[in-house]
């Protein structure tokens, strides 16, 4: 069982920055695929961007060259850096916790993201 904790969110202008957290229990974090995700309301909820335990990242097309996610493996904490943020990132962040070998995983209980315009 791992546990995961957001933090981070928050209201900020179009423009700004956030780095979000993730801290996740347990002594297994180095194996696990990290990931966050994001649900905007009304919507489905989203891939972000994803990081490998040996530290490959994957990135959604909306959040490339605007977001950075990162690792902590001593900390057991992920990371994402949100650069030049749109009033379309709005949304509920979610941190997602996975071992390589399967599809499904753990969800933290999310941190709330809101750029105004």
């Known amino acids: 069982q791992v546990q995961l904790v957001e933090s981070g969110g928050g209201l900020v202008q179009a423009g700004g920055s956030l780095r979000l957290s993730c801290l996740a229990s347990?002594?297994?974090?180095?194996?696990?695929?990290m990931g966050w995700y994001r649900q905007a309301p009304g919507k489905q909820r989203e891939l972000v961007a994803t990081?490998?335990?040996?530290?490959?990242?994957n990135y959604a097309d909306s959040a490339k060259g605007r977001f950075s996610i990162s690792r902590d493996n001593a900390k057991n904490t992920v990371y994402l850096q949100m650069n030049s943020l749109k009033p379309e990132d709005t949304a509920v962040y979610y941190c997602n916790a996975r071992p390589l070998t399967t599809a499904s995983g753990y969800w933290g209980q999310g941190t709330q993201v809101t750029v105004s315009s």
């Open positions: 347990g002594s297994i974090f180095r194996l696990l695929v």
């Open positions: 990081i490998a335990p040996a530290g490959s990242t």
